[in-house]
């Protein structure tokens, strides 16, 4: 069985579907819809990522969820309205300025927490 034309999805943990809901559809504006007590963010594209609760749940210490943008300072500025904070690296490698934006190798990034702690980010697309 190949699975070539499978149409596969992805999927992250959280301890809060409801506060989950709130943030992906009003924080940062998703498309959210929900059934059997999980959430679906249905992103541009057509892609779907499955949100589930998962009562042990621990963050995962990497991203998860990567939104490209065409300018990171704007939606760090529109984001940290919304109440998004970033989050601020000093270690070595990776240092991001006041605002949270790293500018280092690579395209312009910054990363945020969701409410369950998970790590998401918007970067530029070059």
Avoid: C
């Avoid at 998703?30 to 779907?48: C, F, N, R």
């Avoid at 601020?88 to 990776?94: F, H, P, Q, V």
Wanted: charge should be negative; charged fraction near 25%; avoid cysteine.
């Amino acid at each position: 069985m190949m699975l070539t034309d499978s149409r596969a999805y992805s999927g992250f943990s959280v301890n809060d579907i409801p506060k989950a809901k709130e943030f992906y559809g009003r924080t940062l504006g998703l498309k959210v819809s929900e059934s059997h007590d999980m959430l679906q963010l249905h992103l541009a594209g057509g892609a779907t990522v499955l949100v589930y609760p998962k009562p042990n749940h621990v963050p995962a210490t990497f991203t998860i969820l990567n939104f490209p943008v065409d300018s990171v300072d704007i939606a760090v500025d529109e984001l940290t309205k919304r109440g998004v904070r970033f989050e601020i690296y000093d270690e070595a490698g990776l240092k991001t300025d006041d605002k949270g934006v790293y500018r280092g190798v690579g395209p312009a990034i910054a990363w945020f927490k969701d409410p369950a702690g998970n790590i998401l980010s918007v970067l530029e697309e070059e």
